[in-house]
């Protein structure tokens, strides 16, 4: 099987931290594909696309020369390669600070003290914007992997590294003292096939897909009952997308009302709805939101 010239690509990472998720995001949006390790590219069986798999450190620089038209990638590397590339979407996975890390009994304690000290860190050309912008003159050191030992090697005073649990930090005897950049997984595009006349309506049609999939993740369908005399109150707790499904229930004078709650302030709106007179709350996990 070969690329086909006239399918979409998407650059996805071969093997590595994004590479499930990444491959999970795109079935949940309904693309049918074969993926199994050793595959260099899969083609998908209901859209024109075609899914490349690469090095998450070649992403950008192959979407931005428009080997791919779109990519999955760590915002951290889009920001560190400096590619030419449109920033689509942050896709809620991948979740990971670069953050600067001093051993934990003696050395720079701040940002301040590490004036004039070395860091090591994959990272040289956000690392570096970010002490320019604070006007810490301190030695960047570029290294592409194992960052953490170089202290304990005397290679470096301090580190900027990816964090997401700490643990390895704290196993390697270092502590965080501040965070360079928030990081998460992100839908990148090639700017010229961004406005291709007959490649962006495809890339549309799967960022709307993508969208719908996050969108529902992050919210809840809330059902439940109430005298109609709660009906006001209830409707000042619900912050739904639009106002609630109301439904007179066979007893008299009650009725069902029926709304979409947002994940991160679910539990908050739900102690409110009871304390409004809600009753006989169900809440329903939300599959697709197409708006
Ligand atoms: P990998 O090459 O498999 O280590 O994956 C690297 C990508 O995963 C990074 O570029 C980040 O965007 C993301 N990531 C998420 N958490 C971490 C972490 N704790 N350390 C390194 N990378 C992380």
Known sequence: ??????????????KGRLSMDSLLLLKTTGLSFDSYEGRLFSRCHNFPLDILYLRDDDIPEYVQDGVADLGIVGLNLVEEKRAALSSL????????????????EHGPDTLEELRGKRIATSHPNVLTEFLQKRKIDARVIR?????EITP????????CDLVSTGSTLKMNGLKPITTV????????????????????????RLRSRIRSHLQ??????VMMNAPRSALEAIEATLPGMKSPTVMP??????????????????????????KAGARDILVLPVEKIVV
């Open 152 to 159: 304990a090697l005397d290679i470096a005073d301090a580190i």
């Open 1 to 14: 099987m070969k690329l086909d010239g006239s399918n979409l690509k998407i650059a996805v990472q071969r």
């Open 143 to 147: 290294i592409s992997g194992s960052v």
């Open 181 to 204: 950049l928030e990081s998460q997984a992100v839908l990148v595009a090639n700017p010229d096939s961004l406005a291709c006349p007959r490649r962006n309506p495809f890339i549309s």
């Open 216 to 221: 529902a993740r992050s919210t809840k369908y």
């Open 89 to 104: 979407d942050e896709l809620d996975f991948g979740f990971c600070s670069l953050c600067i890390a001093v051993p934990g």
């Open 249 to 274: 229930l066979a007893e008299k004078d009650m009725i069902a009302v029926h709304s979409a709650v947002p994940e991160d302030i679910f539990w908050d709106v739900i102690e409110n709805l009871k």
